[in-house]
């Protein structure tokens, strides 16, 4: 069944298609939007995420005294992306994102009417690799949530709006090509008996998302220097990202690269309300609580901390006994540092609600630390250690957890604490100490105190699992945003932009991610996608 065909089809309705319809339309082209899920899930995970952005050299930054600039972020992502010579694109869209991500990004979104909070956060600070040498991580005021609402509101009121149009609960199964170049896609309508629909356009952008939505294909693709993959995991992503799209693009002579680097994260949970099998919550962890094995013994020689190399943390889990862990700390420490990623559970910032957010920072966000509590069998409160012990193995339905074994641990830890402050030599205490040197990180770490502690409780241990979030690799592209073959050269009429495209060039990030990359990367990807089908490249 053959449709009007359009300028531009855009596959896929997360935060980077919704972007590249605007550019888009400010170019007077005609745009359609596939998207496989229902309309209330415009904007994709973008509109569950955060909100963070790793930017650099913006005035925000200056204004609190913090010297960066494009040279010294470019040497900080190399020290973490670990890119192999044949990574050629993947550096060159490196190198574009620290030049281009202040004033393409920043000041551009600035200029669209949203805002940022005013601190910048210090993430991914390294261990023996660099990482972060400054902070760069910016928040959004209103999370992704507000960004996806915003572009909402530009494609309704757009003045070109007519040209714009939507087809959800479709999912594209295959690309159609003529004499070497993509001119439609094939779709199907979900859920229901298949009837093969074509639509057809002189530009095809993939924006689908990457692979972590599909538990399968995260365990083909696990990085084989890392063994298997843990037995359990959680699914932070969604079905829909299952790399179909992916799959037909490789048919059509697009090259695939990178899909075994993945940014998942350590500390997952059950999600009180899941949408679908293995639905977690991604917990930001606290930088205070002991990370422990299933045995209840603390995880070493190093120490797992939260903030310093999300990758290794995961590394490390991959390579345990058991697929989970545990973190013990108190009501003292999970008020103040424990976080949930995504805009969901931070309503104060995602609403806007300036006083009520600043409330719960100074003086500790116990509505979320209840929440858990009520919501989900994971996270454990219990008056004393033995009793947290007793709900801890009623959990996992064994006796996994020695109380003398795990008192031992917790109390070597106090001891440390106690000696006084020019006395620590545990390699955690220190990763705290330099949290707390920064202003931005100092408010949501606690000041060293014993876990066991009577007045910081009651105790709290949460079991976790590494749960998936985003693709690092994916479809190779240009700084156009053109979809490569496998000799390098653009297939005529496709694009890739987002996670799809590994945030640029198949995996712009390498190995790591220097943390808050994605959003931006998206934008990046969908401003030089519209640049490149404006100018008819």
Request: glycine share 10%; proline share 4%; charged share 25%.
């Amino acid at each position: 069944m053959a449709v009007k065909k359009n300028d531009v089809i855009i596959i896929g309705a997360g935060i980077a298609g919704l972007v590249a319809a605007y550019e888009c339309l400010n170019q007077g082209k005609s745009v359609l939007i596939i998207e496989r899920n229902t309309k209330e899930h415009l904007g994709g995970l973008a509109k569950l995420s955060f909100g963070g952005m790793a930017l650099v050299g913006t005035p925000l930054q200056r204004r609190l005294g913090i010297k960066d600039n494009p040279a010294i972020a470019l040497d900080d992502w190399l020290s973490f992306a670990d890119f192999g010579k044949e990574d050629i694109w993947p550096k060159h869209w490196a190198k574009q994102y620290v030049n281009e991500s202040e004033k393409q990004v920043y000041h551009w979104l600035l200029g669209l009417d949203l805002k940022f909070f005013p601190v910048v956060n210090w993430v991914e600070r390294g261990q023996y690799k660099r990482g972060n040498s400054v902070p760069r991580y910016h928040v959004l005021w209103g999370t992704g949530h507000r960004l996806v609402e915003r572009f909402e509101e530009l494609l309704k009121n757009h003045p070109r709006s007519a040209g714009l149009s939507y087809l959800f609960e479709h999912k594209v199964t295959d690309l159609i090509q003529e004499n070497g170049k993509i001119v439609g896609c094939i779709a199907e309508q979900e859920n229901t008996i298949r009837k093969d629909l074509s639509f057809f356009a002189d530009h095809i952008v993939v924006a689908t998302g990457g692979i972590t939505g599909c538990l399968d294909k995260v365990r083909e693709h696990w990085h084989k220097p890392w063994g298997e993959a843990p037995k359990e995991m959680l699914n932070g992503s969604h079905p829909f990202a299952d790399g179909l799209v992916h799959d037909a693009v490789k048919r059509h002579g697009g090259n695939l690269t990178h899909l075994d680097k993945m940014w998942n994260y350590a500390a997952g949970i059950p999600h009180p309300k899941p949408q679908f099998e293995a639905h977690g919550l991604s917990l930001i962890p606290c930088k205070s609580a002991l990370w422990l094995d299933h045995s209840g013994r603390r995880i070493g020689p190093e120490p797992m901390v939260t903030g310093f190399d999300t990758n290794e943390l995961c590394h490390r889990v991959s390579q345990l006994e058991k697929p989970y862990t545990w973190q013990l700390l108190n009501w003292r420490i999970a008020a103040k540092e424990l976080a949930v990623s995504g805009s969901e559970h931070n309503p104060m910032i995602r609403d806007r609600k300036l006083f009520s957010f600043l409330r719960e920072v100074l003086l500790g966000n116990h509505r979320l630390v209840r929440q858990l509590q009520q919501e989900n069998d994971h996270f454990i409160v219990a008056r004393d250690l033995r009793e947290l012990v007793g709900k801890m193995n009623l959990l996992n339905g064994d006796e996994a957890i020695d109380y003398e074994v795990l008192k031992h641990e917790v109390t070597q830890f106090d001891d440390v604490i106690k000696r006084g402050k020019g006395l620590w030599n545990d390699d955690q205490l220190r990763r705290i100490q330099h949290a707390r040197g920064w202003r931005s990180d100092r408010v949501r770490t606690c000041k060293p105190k014993p876990i066991l502690d009577p007045s910081a409780g009651p105790l709290i241990a949460i079991k976790l699992r590494l749960i998936t979030r985003k693709s690092l690799g994916g479809i190779q592209t240009d700084l156009q945003s053109r979809v490569l073959d496998t000799l390098g050269a653009p297939i005529r009429g496709l694009y890739a932009i987002g996670e799809a495209a590994g945030f640029g060039g198949g995996g712009a990030s390498g190995f790591k991610s220097l943390e808050g990359t994605f959003l931006s990367g998206c934008i990046l990807t969908a401003r030089a996608a519209a640049k490149s089908i404006n100018a008819g490249v």
